[in-house]
């Protein structure tokens, strides 16, 4: 288990609230939370993550743990994204100002990190597997961002992913795993 900062990281899990209007940090007792900082919507990889979690959502519902979003765009383009990805109805904390996203380690990316050639390997792979391309305007996000993965139970991070290059792509069943019921 990572134990969190109980003064400024439990104040923080109260203050992200949902569009459900729920706090993190109260959702953490009503059973797992798999805290998804996604990049800016026009992301490849944003969009691939999309997708996958798609795919994986009733799986990852039915073991126990709901999967929350964290966005920095307004509501109306996120639902708009979500809905394409069906993820319809899923729960999700805006962000625009990056707060929770530094919060939680986050940073904006190096050149490397977001326009290396691993990234722009993978970012192909992406395009031509799935179709997704890349979109650029500051409605969808800092194109900066870097993304992460956090996994929370009772107050606590169990587990988290956190990317070092733009194009990683995480482990979701892996992350799952700390917190089966």
């Given at each position: 288990?990572?134990?969190?900062?109980?003064d400024?990281?439990?104040?923080?899990?109260?203050?992200?609230?949902?569009?459900?209007?729920?706090?993190?940090?109260?959702?953490?007792?009503?059973g797992?939370?798999?805290?998804?900082?996604?990049?800016?919507?026009?992301?490849?990889?944003?969009?691939?993550a999309?997708h996958?979690?798609?795919?994986?959502?009733?799986?990852?519902?039915k073991?126990?743990?709901?999967?929350?979003?964290?966005?920095m765009?307004?509501?109306g383009?996120?639902?708009?994204?979500?809905?394409?990805?069906?993820?319809?109805?899923?729960?999700?904390?805006?962000?625009?100002?990056?707060?929770?996203y530094?919060?939680?380690?986050?940073?904006?990316?190096?050149?490397?990190?977001?326009?290396?050639?691993q990234?722009?390997?993978r970012?192909?792979?992406?395009?031509?597997?799935l179709?997704?391309?890349?979109?650029?305007?500051?409605?969808?996000?800092?194109?900066t961002?870097?993304?992460?993965?956090?996994?929370?139970?009772?107050?606590?991070?169990?587990?988290?992913?956190?990317?070092?290059?733009?194009?990683?792509?995480?482990?979701?069943?892996?992350?799952?795993?700390?917190?089966?019921?």
């Open positions: 288990m990572l134990p969190i900062d109980l400024e990281e439990l104040l923080l899990l109260e203050e992200m609230v949902t569009n459900e209007d729920t706090s993190v940090y109260n959702l953490t007792f009503q797992p939370v798999m805290l998804v900082f996604l990049r800016h919507f026009g992301c490849v990889f944003c969009k691939e999309l996958d979690l798609s795919l994986r959502r009733k799986a990852i519902e073991s126990g743990i709901k999967i929350v979003f964290v966005h765009a307004d509501d383009t996120a639902i708009e994204y979500f809905q394409g990805f069906k993820l319809d109805g899923v729960t999700y904390v805006c962000d625009p100002t990056q707060k929770f530094r919060a939680f380690g986050l940073q904006r990316g190096s050149f490397t990190q977001l326009y290396g050639l990234t722009w390997i970012g192909y792979k992406v395009k031509q597997e179709g997704y391309e890349l979109e650029m305007a500051k409605r969808l996000g800092d194109s961002q870097m993304p992460g993965v956090f996994v929370l139970q009772n107050g606590l991070v169990r587990d988290k992913f956190i990317h070092r290059l733009a194009s990683e792509r995480p482990d979701y069943e892996q992350l799952m795993q700390c917190c089966v019921i």
